[in-house]
Each structure stands twice: as C-alpha cells, then as structure tokens.
C-alpha cells in the first residue's frame, strides 16, 4: 500500500511563484521587442540593411519562442494549481491512498 502526502501550502506558493515568474518574462519580453526587432540599419549600403535585418529576424524568432515557452508556463502553472487543489481537504491530516 503506497500514500501520497501532498503538501498544498507549499504547491499554492510554487504555483504563485511561477505566476511572478511568468510576469517578469513577460514585462522583460516586451521591453526587448522593439529594440531586437526593429533594428535601423547602421549605413546606407547593403550589407548594414542585411545585417540589420538578419538581426531583426532573429528578434522576431526569439519573440516567438518566449510566446510559446510563456504559453507553456501558463498551462503547467494551471496544472500546478489544479493539481494542488485536487489534494485540498480541509483539516484531513491523513495522505490519500493511491494504486
């Protein structure tokens, strides 16, 4: 016979954690998407209009990789919390059973 004792006080504070952690990748994101994305061209000539946009496109991609890694975030941290919540009992000392 196995127990499971879950500590939710401790998976609220985790899934609160990652919320906050999740708003500061969010305000550090938006503050690099201008500058990483719409990137001037340092001269009149061709290889600067390259180069900067090369740059640019690679702001671009980094921006879209942050939008899925925070879309992932949101989900686990969703999980996290339901998850916590499915173990909830109010006053109940004793871990549930599992199989």
């Known amino acids: 016979m196995s127990y499971l004792a879950a500590h939710t006080d401790v ?3 985790a899934a609160v954690s990652l919320e906050d952690l999740q708003a500061l990748i969010g305000a550090a994101s938006s503050a690099a ?4 994305t719409g990137l001037a061209a340092a ?3 061709e290889v600067s209009t390259a180069i900067a946009n090369l740059f640019a496109a690679n702001g671009r991609e980094c921006q879209a990789v942050i939008a899925q890694a925070t879309a992932f975030q949101s989900e686990f941290t969703r999980a996290m919390a339901a998850g916590g919540l499915a173990y909830w009992r109010p006053k109940s000392p004793t871990p549930r059973r599992t199989r």
Do not use: F, R
């Open 11 to 13: 998976i609220a504070t």
């Open 33 to 36: 998407s201008a500058p990483t």
């Open 43 to 45: 001269a009149a000539d």
